[in-house]
């Protein structure tokens, strides 16, 4: 017997939607179909400036949440389409939505998401809001991964899964599994490259290789006090975004130009990551990256002449690196329907483990 799921994600780069359609019966994962599609530019500008205090912002938010599911309900089309299988065969859809908040320690996380109006266009059924009640139990509702890590590429294999979205996040697959946001991954490049390339993101990493990391720089930008902070712990753009560099920067006293800013914010990402997994994991075999950053082959590079262990990659077991987080949110709604709990206290911080997320019934 199948039993089928989608998972859809849009993550704190807020560059597009990933979707994928798996059958996840009897323990395996067999992956039927994957797409992906870019956020439109008014409504990624939107999502942006969401991220920040703004006017009439409820209104706003409900409106651009009504926007991300209309592209959500659009690649669950293109899934649906592309495999054959018909929506009432889909048992429920994993839908994360868009980050625009996240202050567990205040209480509260914010993803944009409109689950009913998912529901109501697709006929299938919704699981959301994923990280609520982790919070609400004195966790980080973040990362929501690791169950799915483990799951996915064993409980205690010494590996540590490295997810390089717009924020750096591990799994370190040891018992407990443990796994926590690392800082900035592509967030910081991905807004310099913005401002100065007039382009998304740096692609394959070629500008920041034309630049030196400028080692004064690099520890002026490392005294961020986020980074010393233990796990559990987790980050996004209330902290790492183009505001907290320009006063970084600002703060210095010597010009660095553009490039080598670029060069030295690469090595911020490398030199965080690097040291988390010295800190925190034991003896780590393999590290697994995933995410946007894996097509980052100067990142990938500078993460491997670093890491005292071999640098693979996701695809290398099977899952293509930009559709791991969508296949885990298939998962996490598998989790949720069978009762399973997905949010763990080794990993968030919270006082007990809890089911993640919020079902709307088809
Ligand atoms: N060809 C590439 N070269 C360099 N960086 C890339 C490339 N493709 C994707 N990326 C990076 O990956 C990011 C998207 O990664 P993703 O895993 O979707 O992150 P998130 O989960 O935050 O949305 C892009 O913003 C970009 O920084
Ligand atoms: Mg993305």
Redesign the pocket.
């Known amino acids: 017997m199948s039993e089928l799921y989608i998972g859809l ?5 807020t ?1 597009g939607v ?1 979707g994928i359609l798996a059958d996840l019966a009897n323990q395996d994962i067999h992956v039927l179909a994957d797409a992906s599609m870019p956020l439109p530019d008014s409504l990624r500008q939107e999502l942006l400036a969401l991220n920040s205090a703004g006017d009439n912002e409820l209104a706003r938010a409900a409106l651009a949440a009504n926007g991300l599911v209309d592209c959500y309900a659009t690649i669950t089309e293109q899934l649906l389409r592309t495999s054959g299988v018909a929506a009432g065969s889909v048992r429920a859809i994993g839908a994360h939505g868009q980050t625009v908040r996240h202050a567990p320690q205040a209480g509260y996380t914010v993803q944009i998401n409109a689950p009913a109006r998912l529901a109501e266009r697709t006929g299938i059924a919704v699981v959301a809001d994923f990280r609520s009640r982790d919070v609400a139990a004195g966790g980080q509702g973040a990362p929501l991964v690791p169950a799915f890590h483990a799951a996915r590429f064993g409980q205690a294999t010494g590996r540590v899964i490295l997810n390089l ?2 924020i750096a996040n591990l799994t370190i697959l040891e018992a407990p599994v443990r796994g926590f946001d690392t800082g900035p991954a ?1 967030m910081l ?2 807004a310099w490259a913005q401002r100065h390339l007039g382009q ?6 070629a500008w920041a290789a034309q630049g030196r990391c400028d080692t004064e720089l690099l520890r002026h930008l490392s005294a961020e006090p986020w980074l010393a902070l233990p796990p559990p712990k987790s980050t996004g753009r209330d902290l790492f975004s183009i505001d907290w560099l320009d006063a970084r920067l600002h703060a210095w006293p010597v010009s660095v130009s553009p490039t080598d800013v670029q060069a030295t914010l690469l090595q911020l990402s490398v030199t965080t990551i690097t040291e988390a997994i010295a800190a925190h994991a034991g003896a780590v075999r393999e590290v697994v990256a995933c ?3 894996a ?2 082959p100067v990142l990938m590079q500078a993460l491997a002449q670093i890491l005292p262990c071999r640098l693979t990659t996701t695809a290398d077991y099977g899952v293509p690196v ?1 559709t791991v ?1 969508a296949l885990a949110f298939a998962w996490l709604a598998h989790a949720h329907l069978h009762g399973q709990a997905a949010c763990w206290p080794a990993v968030t911080g919270a006082r007990h483990p809890s089911i993640a997320g919020c079902l709307y019934p088809a």
């Open positions: 994600m849009s993550g704190t780069s560059d990933d979205g717009g592509n490049m991905d998304p993101y740096d692609d394959k990493g995410g946007g950053g097509l980052n930009l987080e």
